[in-house]
């Protein structure tokens, strides 16, 4: 496993712009999978957005797609997750995750920042 460290969460006004990043250490990166999920009140968590460390195609949920960009630092060890034109909807608790390369399932998760968008 990795450890991960989110930041950049807050308060935004709709159609805002904010940059989520989560830096990892411990084991080394390179094989893994780093992704976005987010959980809002009294839902489930979801999938966001997830990108190779070592290079790749990014994949967006669709409700991400065309606004949030993630991204990744490598010589910070940092995946980042920008998000434009901010909705009411996309308030959550936003967590950074990551997994092996050849796993389904993400077995690293950081401690979330809080993401509200007031409109």
């Known amino acids: 496993q990795v450890q991960l460290v989110e930041s950049g969460g807050g308060l935004v006004q709709a159609g805002g712009s904010l940059r989520l990043s989560c830096v990892a250490s411990g084991r080394t990166v390179n094989s893994y999978v780093m992704g976005w999920f987010r959980q809002a009140p009294g839902k489930e968590r979801e999938f966001v957005a997830s990108?190779?460390?070592?290079?790749?195609?990014?994949l967006y949920s669709m409700s991400a797609k065309g606004r949030f960009t993630i991204s990744r630092e490598t010589a910070k060890n940092t995946v980042n997750l920008g998000m434009n034109s901010l909705k009411p909807e996309d308030t959550a608790v936003y967590y950074c995750?990551?997994?092996?390369?050849?796993?389904?399932?993400?077995?690293?998760w950081g401690q979330g920042t809080q993401v509200t968008v007031s409109s």
């Open positions: 990108i190779p460390w070592s290079g790749g195609s990014a």
């Open positions: 995750a990551a997994r092996l390369s050849f796993r389904r399932d993400y077995d690293s």
